[in-house]
């Protein structure tokens, strides 16, 4: 990588280098354990300039995102958080009956569902053929489509202008942010509100978190970062939320430039209320204390990511001289890169059980770990289950409490090891 996606300078500089691994929702079938298998670059820089956070665009959106293997109905906390965003968003833009809400990445309808619910006219837009498809078998509309700004003026001309733009988690998989930050202006109304949820660099950082960092994620948002991004499509930042998804993430909410007011200080809107500027405010303000915004804040993550690394490996290893079992929950696209960086093989980790039958009788990219049915578990009654999808710490402490019956504990591999009981 030479020039920032966002900027274009050149002034980048490394973060962590976590080697070369395949795709990280790339599960294998069983008659594809003998082929070849591609492995990409991991190494996430930043630019200097920006401070936009990045990896080379070796991946394209259509390789990963025609058939996915994520289903994001199979967690039920995600669930729960997509029905309350709703609930809120209705009250806060004020959408009646004649509103119309867009979702980019809309998945298979988790969120949809509760607009539709409402009798508020809705649309998503799902690039993944396959969770497209069961989103209009759930009655949600959906388009097939990657969103840029001819997909964004065909659905404004063809449905109006929508009142609402979700897009929750995909502002990241996109290398080209200008261009899908444009579609997302041609989207929205004139008066019209745009939300869009992304994991917060900032946590990413304290929080090692990085195992989130894969090939479908192009970059990593500060608040400083997005507010540019957004910008270079036209979007200001009014408003911003810290949410504790996906081991914390930001909620930031954009109004058309002509409505949002000049922006102060960089970002927040001289007309946007009050507590808003605050709340912008406060957040950068922790950026920048956190070193965000020099070198100095990104210098030390890679001694960090490899304390993660040796204190997992060394367990695992200690576990199988003793003679235990540890077996893993979850097949997440995080923790595949956990797994690669690792170089965790079934020696170590014989197998991991997913609640999405999709990915049943499957293997993980790069260590070829079989993926079997959650029931597998309460047959085998291992020692020790390693959760992969530790963001979701305590709805999986709640389901795995049976795990306790026979004495077996819990593995949380991030932010850094720990074992704990399952909930009795």
Known sequence: ?????????????????????????????????????????????????CWLTQIPPLITPEETFKEYAYFSSYSTSWVEHAR??????????????????????????YLLRHVVDRGIRCLGIEPSVNVGAAARDAGVPTLTEFLDPATGSAVRAEHGPADLVVANNVYAHIP?????TQGLRALVADDGWVSIEVQHLLTLIEENQYDTIYHEHFQYYTVASAARALASG??????????????GSIRLWARPAEVA???????????????????????????????LQELSGYTEFSAR????????????????????????????????????????????????????PYKHGRFTPGTRIPILSPEQIAADKPDYVLVLPWNLRAELVEQLSFVHDWGGRLVFPIPELSIVEAKS
Request: hydrophobic share 40%.
């Open 84 to 109: 309350t965003f709703v609930a809120d968003a209705v009250q806060r833009v004020g959408l009646g009956p004649d509103a119309f809400v867009v979702e980019v990445a809309s998945n298979d309808g």
């Open 234 to 247: 036209g979007l200001t930042l009014v408003d911003v939320e810290l949410l504790p998804t996906h081991g």
């Open 305 to 356: 990511v490899a304390t993660v690394r040796r204190d997992l490996l060394r367990f695992l290893i200690e576990a199988a001289e003793r003679g235990e079992t540890v077996v893993g929950y979850g097949a997440p696209g995080k923790g595949n890169t956990l797994l690669n960086h690792c170089g965790i093989r079934p020696d170590l980790l014989p197998y991991t059980v997913d609640r999405n």
């Open 261 to 291: 007011g000049e922006p102060t200080n960089g970002v927040s809107p001289a007309r946007a209320e009050p507590r808003a500027r605050g709340r912008v405010a406060d957040v950068l303000d922790r950026e920048k204390a956190a070193g």
């Open 176 to 180: 080209d942010v200008v261009g899908f």
């Open 1 to 49: 990588m030479t020039r920032c996606r966002l900027c274009g300078s050149e002034a980048m500089a490394s973060v962590v280098d976590l080697g070369a691994t395949p795709p990280c929702e790339s599960f294998l079938a069983a008659d594809q354990l003998d082929q070849p298998e591609p492995a990409y670059p991991l190494h996430l820089r930043v630019c200097t300039d």
